[in-house]
């Protein structure tokens, strides 16, 4: 019992709904869809800026979607993440208004997007992120635009696995740049999250004998030294579901261009998140000097 109820929090999707939309924050924008190359359909949002420069942002996992994080429905993960709502679509108003397209998608098993199995944490929706920079470079009114990449948790997980493991990530000549935003990997974050042991067990062995899902050992960190692009990376220094040195591993591990922003911020993972909205600054500094 408890096995499955570690893993449910864990992996299972179906938390991550589409609770905003860009209407809410004035932007202009269209649905999107496309597929993976294992045929998986992604669903999202293309706002519209310039067509010049368009950045691509994924989120992080089993609680979000491309809008963000809602506190509702989230049961004990309701204030432990963050003590309000986290809207993304605040960091796609103010690139929107630099003169940047972004696209914001949810990747498989979150919000909209086709479900076919259990949230890996990046490994499987490693295709989703190939998919998304495919996506914008075959779009006819894209297909010459610079791309950054802002990846968020999960999301810079799967695209780290994606530097890593798919060559056509490494083929993309207009990808410019990457933002990481608080790596993290499974292992360190249900040791910090502060799980007795034998439930740490029992979730995991649900996951790898039930489901077919092992989320234990380096996970992406092995990958990092392919990332070909400059890599800023931010991190808060008060996450208490983190590990630090991990966070300094994989900005040691990078071999381009880096640099690393400590953020002084409340004692929550999302405060990180949240601040992405509303601080634009370092945000646009940075793509703007590789886009």
Request: hydrophobic share 35%.
């Amino acid at each position: 019992m408890f096995g499955k109820q570690i893993s449910d929090m864990m992996i299972k999707p179906g938390k991550s709904p589409v609770f905003d939309k860009p209407e809410n924050y004035g932007l202009n924008y269209e649905d999107v869809t496309f597929k993976t190359a294992d045929g998986i359909t992604l669903s999202g949002w293309l706002i519209k800026g310039g067509t010049d420069k368009v950045i691509i942002q994924s989120h992080f996992g089993v609680q979000c979607s491309r809008c963000g994080f809602t506190q509702e429905g989230k049961g004990m993960m309701k204030n432990a993440l963050w003590t309000s709502d986290i809207h993304f679509l605040k960091q796609a108003k103010y690139l929107a208004e630099a003169g940047y397209s972004v696209l914001m998608f949810d990747m498989r098993n979150h919000g909209n997007s086709e479900q076919n199995g259990w949230v890996s944490w990046g490994l499987e929706e490693r295709k989703d992120i190939v998919a998304s920079v495919k996506f914008i470079t075959e779009h006819r009114d894209y297909k010459n635009a610079n791309i950054g990449l802002l990846s968020i948790c999960m999301g810079q997980g799967a695209t780290t696995f994606a530097f890593g493991m798919e060559e056509e990530m490494k083929n993309f000549k207009n990808l410019k740049t990457m933002i990481s935003v608080q790596p993290l990997t499974y292992d360190y974050f249900v040791k910090a999250f502060g799980l007795p042991n034998f439930l740490v067990k029992a979730g995991n062995k649900y996951s790898k004998n039930k489901r077919n899902t092992d989320l234990t050992g380096d996970s992406f960190l092995p990958y990092v030294k392919d990332i070909s692009v400059p890599t800023l990376v931010i991190q808060n220094e008060n996450d208490p579901m983190t590990n630090l040195d991990m966070v300094k591993q994989y900005f040691n591990d990078l071999t381009v261009e880096k640099e690393i922003l400590w953020l002084d911020l409340e004692k929550k993972r999302g405060a990180a998140y949240a601040w992405l909205g509303s601080n634009p600054e370092p945000i646009l500094d940075w793509f703007g000097k590789y886009l």
